[in-house]
């Protein structure tokens, strides 16, 4: 039975637990430190100076790690300072260790010591091993590291310069430049060059400077390393084998530096130019090896015997030569080839021209050449290749040339050109050398119908047309066709004959069509004929030629309905003529023609321009611009004017049919037109023409009617106005009523004297020089006693009466009145002359200049001289003035001596009736409402200025003056309707 039983464990000390800490710990430090670490021994240093590589080999220990020290000697420089892993030789203990310098190691000398490490512990440091540099002060030379070193495109260099003992350093150049100079030791500086550059073939040079311009140098040469690509082998003489490789980019290295080449460990250096290797048996497989100083590359081929065949170029080419075909005949340098089967290729050569024929056979040594021209020139080369597992053509042979032999020309293509008369050419076209199959000697022309030969003729080798008239050949008719046949010789002999029928042109051909150009030519094209069985020919020539013309053209097989024209003649800027003709050879028949340019140009020439007046048109005329000239399509004339230097378009003109053109209203002047004719290309350069502008026969026409429709206006107006004479009178001019009188006014008519207050006299005064419409009044002194033939009749003149006032006749002025002097007297005066009358009461015209006021006080009385035979008016009518109004006396004492001036109203116009009793006084100042002004007003005074209308009775036996007022004049026609 299991007894269970609890069994107390006492918590541990914790003191107890921190002191077994402590003692562990110290015990393991005392056993670490208990490790010693090998000093490394034995250490030596062996340099590569060309690839700047110091090997360190020492024995260290087991250990795996340690840290090497080195320093630049003179300066105790680090330059290196780092723990690296080396690998203990298991044979002889020795660590080895590999150092690249950055600097090449003759520069300066080098201190290297190594220790052991083994974690965070090392050893002591081993002694001190120094590789000496050049520059050690027993080497006294100047020099410069490293020399005629290769490095590749965009590697880094560093030069040192060990300047010789007792001198000073100055500079180091890279090329041309100037580098920065790091000092290493105390004669030697370096210099890094950084990414460099492809060099030329004779390198880049590093050049080293002192103050004494002692200098020296070293060279560097950067290129690439070797990358050959294609490389192949093939046998030729189905035993051996011939390898080639393409060598790829340039390395840039030459000379001893450049690349050397082997096959299957077979130097091929001394072929390596032409990158070609003959190896002596087929092996099947191979491998290129390419090497030079920056690295190598290697390429391997394979492959079976049968599969690379190229064979060699033929030889003793040799040939039989025929009128038609030759027979090329040739040799192989290799005896296997009789068993292998070949295929050749043969390459023809005449005139520049190449063709290739193909051949095949076993072991092929002979080909016939067919389908040869006689009387040619051929050269030939051959290459074959294998025809079972084709590789490659072989290399061509030498060339072989040979000439065939003559043979009868053929038949010349003849054709006719007929003019529009009865004559015409027989034209053929020259034989070419594929034709002539031998030098031409002439050609012979016959012509003949079917009862007989008309004519014979030889012509010489150079000449290919003969002129025909069919009129001098008696037996031509529409029934007797004339045949012209053409044959041509040569020394073989003479050729089949060429024949086309003569013919008349009787008909009117039909019209052009245009054609454009393509880079293909004159693309033709016509409605296929059902009936017609034969064959076309086309025709073309310059379209500028009417007789006897150079005829090109082409014949066309049957059932053809397109061509395209091309030929090396087509020049630009010239029109050709197309026809095309059905069965030329038997009944030639013109069914339709085109016209076209290769290219169209502007007009060479312009348009003949001729100008002339029209009344104020000018007319523009040209005339067309000869064919040869034009060059183009003519699409229409722009005609300009000119403005100094400057044309201005005026009209565009694209009716071909349109050569006229009329610029119409012109002024006075001198203008310039130039019109120029243009096609798609542009326009020509125009034609100017000038002209000057006079007033012609039109100008006057064109006044003397408007005159006449004026003047027939104005009799119209005129007649209608006579006519209806009543009715204008009573509209415009009604009658005014005649005044009942009181008493007898009847009285001989004579001059009526007026007495005014001896403040105003006035007196009518002759002014000869004044014309009737510019009658005044005036005042004048009283006439002395002394003086005769100045009275008013019989009478006595008292001295001590006032001056007479007598009246004028006068044209109303609507001008205001206005003072001349601003003196007491106020004066009339108009800018019109007057001859002096008498004061007579007559009809006062409504076109009267209007009444001014003059005052003359040097007027003595010997200057008033009345006129009393006779009276002027300058309106019509005569007979006595009778108030219509009751007058208003005027007061004697009434003076003028108002210094203010009169102010005239306006004239009553001549359109309308103003009855008299609406006149109004001449608006006086208040000085003058007590004196005699106001009374000026008045319609019966001499000095108003007021209208007075004309009695009703007319005197037949007074003449009317004629009047410059058209008012003057229609109110006389009004007054001559008075019953």
């Known amino acids: 039975m299991l007894r269970l039983s609890t069994i107390l464990t006492p918590m541990p000390n914790p003191d107890l637990v921190w002191h077994l800490c402590v003692l562990l710990g110290v015990s393991a430090l005392n056993a670490e430190t208990n490790v010693v670490l090998t000093v490394p021994q034995h250490v030596s240093l062996l340099p590569n100076f060309s690839t700047q590589q110091l090997s360190i080999s020492w024995l260290g220990g087991p250990a795996t790690t340690f840290d090497f020290l080195i320093k630049r000697t003179d300066f105790n420089e680090t330059v290196f300072y780092d723990t690296v892993s080396a690998k203990v030789n298991q044979v002889s203990g020795q660590h080895q260790w590999t150092w690249t310098s950055e600097e090449p190691l003759e520069c300066t000398s080098l201190s290297v010591k190594i220790c052991s490490r083994d974690g965070q512990t090392t050893s002591e440091w081993s002694e001190t091993q120094i590789l000496e540099g050049r520059d050690i002060p027993s080497n006294r030379n100047f020099q410069m590291y490293p020399q005629d070193k290769v490095v590749p495109v965009g590697a880094n260099t560093t030069f040192c310069c060990i300047v010789e003992e007792g001198k000073t350093f100055k500079s180091i150049l890279y090329g041309r430049t100037e580098m920065n100079v790091k000092r290493l030791s105390l004669r030697s500086y370096a210099v890094t060059a950084f990414d460099q550059q492809l060099s030329g073939p004779t390198g880049a040079n590093v050049i080293c400077q002192t103050h004494m311009n002692k200098i020296y140098g070293a060279v560097v040469f950067i290129g690439y390393p070797p990358l050959p690509t294609d490389f192949v082998c093939h046998t030729q003489d189905l035993i051996s084998a011939v390898c080639q490789w393409n060598k790829g980019r340039d390395t840039h290295l030459y000379g001893k530096r450049q690349t050397h080449y082997s096959v299957t460990g077979r130097n091929c250096s001394e072929t390596s130019t032409q990158q070609k290797c003959s190896l002596p048996q087929w092996d099947g497989n191979w491998t290129l090896v390419a090497v030079n100083s920056l690295g190598q590359y290697s390429l391997t081929d394979s492959a079976e015997l049968s599969h690379r065949v190229c064979p060699v170029a033929p030889v003793n080419l040799n040939s039989d030569v025929r009128a038609w075909n030759a027979t090329v005949l040739w040799e192989w340098k290799y005896n296997s080839y009789s068993t292998l089967a070949l295929v050749c290729q043969v390459e023809l050569t005449t005139q520049g021209y190449k063709t290739k024929r193909v051949f095949s056979g076993l072991g092929l040594q002979s080909v016939v050449l067919l389908d040869l021209q006689p009387d040619e020139d051929y050269s030939i080369q051959v290459r074959c290749g294998s025809q079972k597992n084709f590789w490659k053509w072989g290399n061509w042979s030498n060339t072989l040339s040979f000439r065939t032999k003559t043979y009868v020309p053929d038949a010349p293509d003849v054709w006719m050109w007929m003019n529009r008369d009865t004559t015409g050419l027989v034209v053929w076209k020259p034989l070419t050398r594929q034709q002539s199959h031998g030098q031409i000697t002439g050609f012979e022309v016959t012509l003949w119908n079917n009862k007989e030969n008309l004519q014979h003729i030889q012509i010489s080798q150079d000449t290919n047309s003969i002129p025909v008239n069919l009129t001098q050949m008696a037996s031509f008719s529409e029934d007797d066709e004339i045949i012209a046949a053409v044959v041509a010789k040569n020394v073989e002999g003479v050729s089949q004959p060429a024949s086309v029928p003569l013919r008349l042109i009787d008909m009117e051909p039909p019209i052009f069509s245009r054609i454009a150009y393509t880079n293909s030519g004159f693309p033709l094209e016509w409605q296929q004929n059902a009936s017609t069985t034969c064959s076309y020919l086309i025709e073309w020539h310059d379209a500028s030629c009417r007789h006897d013309c150079q005829v090109n053209w082409l014949r066309v097989n049957v059932g053809s309905t397109n061509v395209s024209i091309e030929s090396v003649d087509f020049q630009p800027g010239v029109r050709y003529n197309f026809s095309l003709y059905s069965c030329p050879s038997s009944s030639p028949q013109l069914i339709q023609r085109w016209q076209g340019y290769m290219q169209e140009l502007v007009p060479s020439s312009s348009v003949p321009l001729k100008i002339s007046q029209q009344d104020f048109d000018v007319v523009l005329t040209w005339g067309e611009i000869p064919l040869a000239n034009k060059r183009g399509f003519i699409l229409g004339y722009n005609v300009y004017i000119s403005h100094g230097s400057q044309l201005s378009l005026i009209a565009n003109l694209s009716d071909l049919g349109t050569r006229k053109y009329v610029v119409k209203g012109l002024s006075v002047s001198s203008y310039k037109f130039t019109v120029k004719a243009y096609t798609s290309a542009g326009e020509d350069t125009g034609t100017t023409a000038s002209i000057m502008m006079e007033p012609g026969s039109g100008l006057v026409l064109d006044i003397l009617g ?274």
């Not at 009543?726 to 001989?748: A, N």
């Open 706 to 979: 408007s005159l006449g429709m004026v003047t027939l206006l104005l009799f119209i107006v005129s007649l209608i106005c006579y006519k209806k004479r009543k009715w204008v009178k009573r509209v415009f001019y009604p009658d005014i009523p005649e005044p009942k009188l009181s008493s007898d006014w009847s009285r001989t008519r004579g001059p009526l004297d007026v007495k005014p207050s001896p403040h105003s006299m006035v007196h009518i005064v002759e002014r000869p020089e004044q014309d009737c419409i510019k009658d005044a009044l005036v005042v004048i002194p009283e006439e002395e006693e002394g003086d005769k033939g100045h009275g008013i009749g019989d009478e006595p003149v008292d001295s001590d009466e006032p001056q007479s006032l007598r009246y004028y006749n006068q044209v109303a002025d609507e001008r205001p009145i206005r003072p001349r002097f601003p003196d007491s007297s106020v004066s009339s005066a108009s800018s019109m002359d007057s001859a002096s009358t008498d004061v007579t009461y007559t009809g006062i015209q409504t076109s009267c200049s209007s009444l001014v006021f003059q005052q003359d006080p040097q007027t003595t009385p010997e200057s008033h001289q009345p006129n009393t035979d006779h009276s002027v008016s300058c309106g019509s009518g005569g007979g006595s003035y009778r108030p219509q109004m009751h007058p208003i006396t005027l007061s004697e004492n009434i003076g003028l001596a108002s210094p203010e001036p009169l102010l005239e109203p306006q004239a009553v116009s001549s359109g309308g009736y103003k009855p008299q009793n609406s006149w109004h006084f001449d608006s006086p100042t208040e000085e003058e409402r007590s004196g005699l002004a106001p009374s000026l007003g008045s319609p019966v005074s001499v000095a108003s200025t007021q209208f007075l209308l004309p009695d009703e009775e007319d005197h037949d036996e007074e003449k009317l003056q004629p009047s410059t007022s058209a008012a003057t004049w229609f109110s006389n026609l009004l007054s001559s309707s008075k019953p």
